[in-house]
């Protein structure tokens, strides 16, 4: 095995397996159940370090919260093995705040995490798997067989996966489908602003929503908008309005995108497959990522492994997406169009519309689960 993050640029090994590009956590998890199969696999990623600089809202359910979510994504306690130290605050409940101020509480396990050291903790469990890693190198273009670095170096693998998230070089080259991505605003803020989890919803985060999440002497507090909604003002005025309710030195600023469009119609093409963001893995009716991108991770290995060892399709991987979270995926999908339609509402009828009597539905709608009996 050629040791991980040491591959001389001189003399690297240029066949492999499998090459994932990137190695966030859709990448990484990949890397990982591809490596305890016994499969050769080399991760490529343009940052070094992996994971850094950090662009979250940090936010991911419990194990058991998982369990009670995605009920059919089996061994949810193998694939989330989250450190203590990468947690930075346990939740337990979660408050939708109206425009007015009110909330509606739920009960809501959730851990707020160090989001760096998640992701590094999740290359180290790669790595002990076997994983190799080159970082601080970009790959420029993806095409059969061959990833070719900027640098101009060509690796080569069987199967190529795409796990660059919403920018992934191989969806930008070979698949033409669109996603909406929602951009988005947060910073780290020191001092204590809400003993839960808050989502705020509203013309203060048009089509999206502003979040508090507090973390342990600090809250990560941000907000993501839909473009269409906003009427011109852009979201660094939406951000600035919503962060300068709160009070405390802003230690950290960031921003990035978020694909909310749920997952796109295939994720195989030939020997390419996509994971994580770059195949739209996020849940839209509550931006959660994280663990969504490990979901798919784990079942792009399994199929991959599979293929590579007996000959089973690679297509294997979008069936069994779709057996542990399709009905997930589609009330989420569900839920955000029609969320998308009452955000368009004047702030005064939002606040109508969150009330005693559909505060269980539109709990439903956050979760990911069935909003009526029929759909
Ligand atoms: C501001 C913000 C807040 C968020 N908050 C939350 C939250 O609270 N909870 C939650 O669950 N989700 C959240 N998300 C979503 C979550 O971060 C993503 O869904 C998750 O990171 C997806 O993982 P991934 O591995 O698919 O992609 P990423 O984490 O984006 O990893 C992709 C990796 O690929 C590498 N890469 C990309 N292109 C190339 C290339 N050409 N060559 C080499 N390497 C490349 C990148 O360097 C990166 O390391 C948030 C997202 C944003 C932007």
Redesign the pocket.
Known sequence: MVESKELAPSQPRSDWDVIV????????TTARYLAQAAVDVLV????DP??TPL??????PSNAEMKRLCPDVPEMDDLFRTPASAIAQRLQEMHLVTPSGKRLKFPFEGNVLD?VAH?EALVQRAEQAGANYLIG????TVEGEQVRLRDGRIFTARVIVG???????IRRQHWNEESTNIP???VLMDGVHSEALELHFGGLAPGGYA?V?PKDGCS?I?L?IQRSFAKDRSLNLFADDFISRYEGKVSYS?????PMSGTISSFVKDNHLL????AG??LPSN???????MIG?RIAAQAIASHLQNGTPLADYEAEWQRQMGAVMTNSKRAFRLGSIIFRLPDRLIDLAFNRLTKSFLWRGVTCRRMFWLF
């Not at 490529?44 to 940052?47: A, M, P, S, W, Y």
């Not at 662009?55 to 991911?60: F, H, I, R, S, Y």
């Not at 931006?287 to 991108?293: P, Q, S």
């Open positions: 590009i990137g190695g966030g956590p859709a990448g990484s490529i990623d343009g940052r992996i994971g662009q979250c809202g940090e936010l991911v989001r992701d190198q970009r790959v420029e796990a660059g998230g919403h920018n992934d070089p988005v605003k947060f979040w999440f990560n941000g993501g960031g921003a990035g995108s978020l994971v994580g963001d770059a893995m996020v931006g959660a990522g994280i663990t969504i991108a991770g």
